[in-house]
């Protein structure tokens, strides 16, 4: 039976950051402007003004201190308040690409491997620039990859469907190595304005090689040990930006074609979900939450990855044991819990077992566990 494993990952992070601070000036100097252009029917009580934010409100609510962003400029200024992305041409590469290349570099070069030894691109992301080409399709071209790709979309949860996608397709024989890339550009349909969001995410590109264990080196990267998926649907983080909106011109300018969310609920409902179907997962496989070395979990709420690895574990985690990369991008959706993989792997010793574990938007949950080769 072929056996699939991770052979490498690989991350772009844009060069840019907003921390707190610079990112509440901002949208506190929007506020005043508001404020004041409708200062008449606010005082005539027909509009409510609006709050400031607050970077302390931030990290103490979300763990939060700063994110990177393909464009700072265009974000910090008030008066526009979303980034400048300017459209390329359609003979230059496209902005993801040009994130998924980098990242896809580095998986290959930690595999030890070349374009040519990889069959299959998925692009696994929150959000893709364009409708078609597949952006994936572009990925392939762009690395020289003879084979297939696709791309696919599961929020937040679209990295560890894509791997397992990846995984189905090298033990059925269908591809020897897949890249599974996640070219996250959440600034595109955040919404700076609205207080309540405006510091949830940033962006970054993650890349993962997913191989025959025997194109590997015996003890290079990580044997998937199973993966599980779960979907529940809710309305509850939603975002109604589609093809249709220019058939209904009433609803083009509304706040739901960019990121909403009820994050109390989200929070409420999705956390023991995600505690509960690590937990049987790991039965399934017949491990016990002991048996856990790290979880590498999605990185959306410092609060609620407590949370969530207390449930799994019976008691508060460490650091060391769940990993936390969100103080510093933020939540970068899909690729949040392969920033977290990527960056706290390396120190696993041969056998070590740990869970890579997104949810979102969907709902969907995605687990994922691997042992140290
Ligand atoms: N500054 C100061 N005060 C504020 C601010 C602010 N910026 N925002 C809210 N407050 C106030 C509120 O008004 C409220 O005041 P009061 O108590 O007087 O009513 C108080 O602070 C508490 O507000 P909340 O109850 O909203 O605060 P929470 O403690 O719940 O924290 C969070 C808010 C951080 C949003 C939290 O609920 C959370 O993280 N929830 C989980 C969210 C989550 O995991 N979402 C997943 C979404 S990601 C996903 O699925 C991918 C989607 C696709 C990507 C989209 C990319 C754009």
Redesign the pocket.
């Given at each position: 039976m072929i056996k699939a494993v991770i052979s490498g990952t690989g991350l772009y992070t844009p060069p840019a950051t907003i921390d707190n601070d610079e990112l509440v000036e901002a949208f506190n100097q929007f506020v005043e402007m508001y404020n004041s252009e409708h200062a008449e029917a606010i005082g005539r009580g027909e509009m409510e003004p609006l709050?400031a934010?607050?970077s302390a409100?931030?990290e103490k609510?979300?763990g939060i201190k700063r994110r990177h962003v393909i464009d700072k400029s265009g974000i910090v200024d008030p008066k526009r308040m979303a980034p400048y992305i300017p459209e390329r041409g359609n003979d230059e590469p496209s902005v993801q690409c040009d994130m998924a290349i980098v990242a896809c570099n580095e998986a290959l070069a930690q595999a030890g491997k070349k374009a040519s030894d990889v069959d299959a691109v998925i692009v696994a992301c929150?959000?893709l620039q364009r409708a078609y080409p597949a952006v994936s399709i572009e990925v392939q071209a762009a690395l020289g990859i003879e084979g297939f790709a696709y791309d696919m979309n599961v929020?937040?949860s679209s990295a560890t469907f894509g791997l397992q996608a990846a995984v189905n397709s090298v033990e059925n024989g269908s591809a020897r190595a897949v890249l599974v890339v996640s070219p996250e550009i959440?600034s595109g349909?955040?919404n700076f304005r609205d207080?309540?969001?405006?510091?949830?995410?940033g962006d970054a590109c993650t890349a993962i090689l997913v191989e025959r264990e025997e194109d590997t080196q015996p003890g290079q990267g990580f044997e998937i040990l199973g993966t599980r998926l779960k979907t529940a649907f809710s309305n509850n983080?939603r975002?109604n930006f589609g093809f249709l909106n220019r058939a209904d011109e009433a609803g083009i300018g509304k706040p739901d074609k960019l990121?909403i969310?009820q994050?109390?609920k989200?929070?409420k409902e999705?956390s023991p979900l995600v505690a509960e179907t690590i937990q049987n997962h790991l039965q399934s496989l017949s491990l016990a939450p002991e048996n856990l070395r790290r979880m590498w979990l999605h990185q959306?709420?410092l609060n609620?990855n407590q949370l969530i690895a207390r449930r799994v574990l019976g008691r508060d985690a460490s650091e060391d044991e769940a990993p936390v990369i969100l103080d510093e991008y933020a939540?970068t959706?899909s690729a949040g819990s392969i920033i977290a993989f990527h960056k706290h792997k390396d120190d696993l010793k041969t056998g070590d077992i740990g869970v890579i574990c997104s949810f979102?938007?969907g709902y969907s949950i995605g687990s994922v566990v691997v042992r140290r080769r």
């Open positions: 709050q934010s607050s409100f931030i609510a979300s929150s959000n929020a937040c959440c349909h955040l207080r309540d969001s405006h510091f949830i995410f983080i975002n990121f969310q994050g109390r989200v929070f999705v959306a709420n609620m939540n959706s979102g938007a």
